[in-house]
């Protein structure tokens, strides 16, 4: 079945430094969405990319949706304390015809950020 | 106050016991997801529903059975078969034809089984 792999697990920054976390499918995705869980909270939808390409910005945030539809990655500019929590990207696919809006999940990536 | 709701947040049970975890929406969504969060798994889908009175096995039901008689409940049953059922499990839902169809999830339900 559908895979997806994100990298890395953890990621400990000091506030300022910038930060990035990678997801790669084993298959074509139709579209990929990204959540944020905050500690002891649960996951927050923050953005879908759907297009190839695609590249979105929410302030210090930048999405991307590589070209094959198989990779993204979500970059913070200047990390904030604020920005603490595990950072997922969960890919959809229409395979079959129907995908019921099912998401696989990647694994997540635990960003710390030192004051 | 819409939203999902997940009881109870802590769940304590002895092996060999069938418990169920309980989950409601008031946001009027067609689509309702379990997922089980394990520490560096992220998060995995146990069952799905898209209407009511169907429902779909996930990558990890096994062990797992739902029921969906209303719009708004989606209950988990976590049966004595699930050879490690201690996890953090999740609800979510989604509203069809509203786009981007993301997942709205609940608090979430931590359950030990000792």
């Known amino acids: 079945g559908q895979q997806v792999m994100q990298i890395p697990q953890y990621q400990h920054v000091q506030e300022g430094e910038d930060f990035t976390t990678y997801c790669n499918s084993s298959?074509?995705?139709?579209?990929i969405q990204w959540y944020k869980q905050r500690p002891g909270g649960h996951p927050v939808f923050l953005i879908q990319?759907?297009?190839?390409?695609e590249v979105k910005k929410q302030k210090r945030l930048t999405f991307q949706f590589g070209e094959a539809k198989k990779n993204s990655s979500l970059h913070i500019t200047a990390t904030q304390t604020t920005d603490v929590g595990t950072y997922f990207c969960?890919?959809?696919?229409?395979?079959?015809?129907?995908?019921?809006?099912?998401?696989?999940f990647g694994q997540g990536t635990i960003l710390t950020v030192h004051p | 106050d819409g939203g999902i709701t997940q009881s109870p947040k802590y769940l304590f049970r002895k092996e060999g016991q069938n418990v169920t975890l309980s989950c409601e929406q008031n946001?009027?969504?067609?689509?309702m997801y379990w997922y089980r969060q394990d520490p560096g798994q992220g998060l995995r889908l146990i069952y799905y529903?898209?209407?009511?009175?169907?429902?779909q096995k996930g990558d990890i039901a096994e062990g797992y059975s739902v029921s969906r008689e209303k719009k708004e409940s989606f209950p988990l049953t976590v049966t004595s078969a699930q050879k490690n059922p201690t996890a953090f499990y999740l609800c979510?839902?989604?509203?069809?034809?509203?786009?981007?169809?993301?997942?709205?999830f609940g608090p979430g339900t931590r359950l030990t089984v000792t």
């Open positions: 979510a839902s989604r509203m069809d034809r509203a786009y981007p169809y993301e997942q709205y």
């Open positions: 298959t074509t995705l139709s579209n």
């Open positions: 990319l759907v297009k190839s390409g």
């Open positions: 969960a890919g959809g696919s229409s395979a079959g015809g129907t995908s019921y809006g099912k998401l696989t």
């Open positions: 946001l009027n969504h067609d689509a």
């Open positions: 529903s898209q209407i009511v009175n169907d429902f």
